[in-house]
């Protein structure tokens, strides 16, 4: 006489109910961690920066010019009642500055302490980053435009380079009343 095996249908659906989110956990922590970038054009290039630093993009304002101040400061416009300063940072990135076009905008951005405007020739959106992907620049800049930056990204054939924004905000040229 052939026995016959029993089956407990609960145990097999709680087994397999099992195996279903251990799969999930699995696949839970192989993903990639991304970061999320205002991405905009300087010389024709993509640039990139953690969009924390970001606190909105406008149209560039009338500015009215400072003098004694270092060049890369254009100059301060009135944004709802507070003072901006509003700069150029292509000079500080070792890249060409061309007259900005009419379609140019400023991204304020904020930090320790301070609000300012970084002008840009345009700006392209909001975009996640795989931060795994990011390789040392490649490109041929000075050494002190260099540590300003943090890495490149290739995405379908769009070189991205990524700012370091701490060190840009305290770079020396930028900072008001330092000794150099």
């Not at 700006?123 to 890495?151: D, I, T």
Request: charged share 20%; proline share 6%; aromatic share 6%.
């Amino acid at each position: 006489m052939t026995e016959q095996k029993s089956y407990d249908i609960r145990s097999i659906l709680e087994e397999m109910r099992e195996e279903y989110w251990l799969g999930l956990s699995e696949k839970a922590e192989v993903q990639e961690e991304f970061i999320e970038c205002i991405t905009f054009t300087l010389s024709g290039e993509i640039y990139a920066f953690a969009t924390g630093f970001a606190a909105e993009v406008i149209r560039v304002p009338k500015m009215v010019r400072l003098p004694g101040v270092h060049e890369l400061i254009v100059g301060i416009f009135n944004l709802r009642g507070e003072i901006i300063a509003a700069m150029d940072i292509r000079p500080l990135l070792g890249i060409p500055s061309p007259p900005l076009a009419a379609t140019a905008k400023v991204i304020v951005v904020k930090g320790e302490g301070f609000t300012s405007g970084i002008l840009a020739e345009s700006v392209l959106g909001v975009h996640p980053f795989p931060v795994g992907m990011f390789e040392p620049v490649v490109k041929s800049v000075a050494p002190a435009a260099r540590e300003l930056l943090k890495g490149q990204i290739n995405l379908d054939g769009e070189m991205t380079i990524l700012l370091d924004m701490q060190k840009l905000l305290a770079s020396p040229q930028l900072v008001v009343n330092h000794k150099a």
